[in-house]
């Protein structure tokens, strides 16, 4: 059975904007890294920060290649990318929770490939994205222990 093309865009659109949020909360956490394990955290957010572009672009690329660049409007995009930063910013640890949230995303993007003419394809982007997301999720949860 295959998805509605619709659910995939709006499970891409919203991976998408999980990913931006991701970037804005690691960027921002390694600002705000202090303390004894100063250095450690700097650089840990760093790694995510910057990881965070490449996906970033890539998702903005499959979104184009199958429905249009038109799909990746700025002001929508942040809207979104706000939804997902309200479900972070009350979290006890930000970044693993964002880091979750970006699994998530991509398991709604999984679920919504179905028989879609484009579906290995969008598989090959997302499970980069979601070993990424795990990773992330592994190192955070070490670090919070």
């Known amino acids: 059975m295959r998805a509605a093309p619709d659910a995939l ?11 931006r ?11 705000q890294a202090k303390g004894a394990p100063f250095y450690g955290d700097h650089r840990l957010y760093q790694r995510l920060y910057e990881a965070r572009v490449k996906e970033i672009d890539r998702m903005a690329e499959t979104i184009a290649a199958i429905y249009g660049s038109d799909k990746l409007g700025a002001v ?19 970044g693993l929770r964002v880091a979750e949230l970006t699994l998530h995303a991509a398991n709604r993007v999984n679920a919504a490939i179905g028989s879609h003419p484009y579906g290995i394809a969008v598989n090959n982007v997302i499970a980069g994205i979601a070993d990424a997301a795990l990773e992330s999720v592994y190192l955070l949860q070490q670090r919070s222990r």
């Open 9 to 19: 865009l709006v499970s891409l659109l919203d991976l998408w904007a999980t990913l």
């Open 21 to 31: 949020t991701a970037h804005h909360v690691y960027w921002t956490l390694h600002w």
């Open 76 to 94: 929508a995009a942040w809207d979104a990318a706000q939804r997902v930063l309200a479900n972070v910013s009350t979290a006890p640890n930000p």
